[in-house]
């Protein structure tokens, strides 16, 4: 019997139709960071016209299903420019398995967060195989190594770049030290851009140390927003209970201080409910909400700016002087342990704060859990 053309995609499907929240989820997950969505959206839209990608989580796959991590590599500017050849992440998962000498059976995200979220989807339908519901970060960071894997002690190698001519780049073992400055200097090299995909992981593994339900709980998250958005009556209030975030301040940027290289820079504003003053780092991301001298949140944890009039996202580099925001912090999809403090913690950006209050995640929200399924 042939499915109605009208009939409800499963849940378990990626299709056309749930796009837009999964763009906007992932730029909400983005913590300000992981590139723009447009053009990932664009280019997946395409894909999904033609085939919806199933979604699994990595532990309803075989064991030693050979899970590979693709993401897109460049500068943001050079991304929003350059429109990716989706052929470009087939080279690249195909050039991983040439070297493990095992097929690809299903594709990860790297990080949950901004533009590779989706381009994850676009690989994982080109090739036609399922895309995990899980990541690597539960968040989007700005350096590779800011995973669990390298939490675990995980290689990334082998991996592989293939730029927008088809230079292809094959690293076949890597200190984990050199593999963020390798990088970045071969995405230089190749343009400025490139498909990446590394981390071949069996799916045991993944099911065991990854950041589970990620993927589907960025697709409620980017739900629950639209729904708010789309009413006008909503409020800053009603934004964070809507998405089971924390409302850390709405107000007017005062002050930027810009970033110095990897230095953070900063940005002031005064809470228009309290009064407080409000300084937020940032340097790709938004790092660190202090109010009135106490820090309120800090990563890893999820910080968003949201245009209160126009109700869409902003990343940290769209922020101006003037601009109005609603500050929020979102419940964490991974519990990142003390240990890591150094690899994904305040330290890790060079910023010497107090520790940020904990926060519990309402039931259900998509945090690793043995529950949490699509």
């Known amino acids: 019997m042939t499915t109605p053309p009208t009939a409800p995609a499963p849940r378990h499907t990626l299709t ?39 979604l699994t989580p990595a532990a309803d796959l075989p064991p030693d299903t050979v899970v590979v991590h693709v993401g897109q590599g460049g500068a943001p500017d050079v991304l929003a420019e350059r429109l990716a050849d989706p052929d470009d992440f087939v080279r690249a998962v195909r050039t991983v398995t040439d070297v493990t000498g095992r097929p690809a059976g299903a594709i990860g995200v790297i990080e949950v967060g901004g533009l590779n979220t989706l381009i994850a989807g676009v690989a994982a ?56 400055p390798l990088l970045r200097a071969n995405v230089l090299a190749l343009g400025g851009a490139a498909a990446v995909a590394l981390h071949p ?11 589970r339900g990620s993927v589907s ?18 409020t800053p209030d009603d934004l964070a209970a809507a998405l089971d975030a924390e409302l850390l301040a709405v107000g007017r940027t005062e002050e930027i201080v810009p970033r110095q290289d990897l230095t953070p820079g900063w940005a002031t504003l005064t809470d228009r409910r309290t009064g407080a003053v409000v300084r937020v780092d940032l340097l790709d991301e938004y790092l660190a909400v202090t109010v ?9 944890r999820i910080v968003t700016a949201v245009d209160p009039s126009g109700r869409r996202p902003l990343r940290a580099d769209q922020i101006r002087t003037g601009q109005h925001l609603v500050l929020l912090a979102l419940p964490a999809l991974y519990d990142w342990p003390a240990e890591a403090a150094a690899l994904v913690g305040p330290a890790a950006f060079g910023l010497d704060l107090a520790p940020a209050p904990h926060r519990t995640p309402p039931p259900g929200w998509g945090r690793r859990t043995e529950g949490n399924r699509v």
């Open 16 to 54: 056309a139709a749930r796009l837009p929240a999964l763009a906007v989820g992932a730029q909400l997950l983005g913590s300000g960071g992981g590139g723009e969505v447009a053009t990932g959206a664009l280019l997946l839209r395409r894909e999904l016209d033609r085939t919806p990608v199933t």
């Open 125 to 180: 339908a080109r090739l036609g195989l399922p895309l995990v519901d899980g990541d690597l970060m539960g968040r989007a960071f700005p350096r590779i190594d800011q995973t669990v894997t390298a939490l675990h002690g995980l290689p990334t190698h082998p991996l592989a770049l293939v730029g927008p001519g088809g230079d292809t780049v094959v690293v076949q073992d890597c200190a984990p030290r050199r593999v963020e």
């Open 201 to 211: 992981l069996p799916a045991a593994t993944l099911a065991r140390i990854g950041v």
């Open 217 to 234: 709980a960025c697709l409620r998250l980017g739900e629950r927003f639209l729904a708010a958005a789309g009413d006008h009556r909503t």
């Open 292 to 300: 009135d001298g106490v820090t309120r949140a800090a990563c890893p």
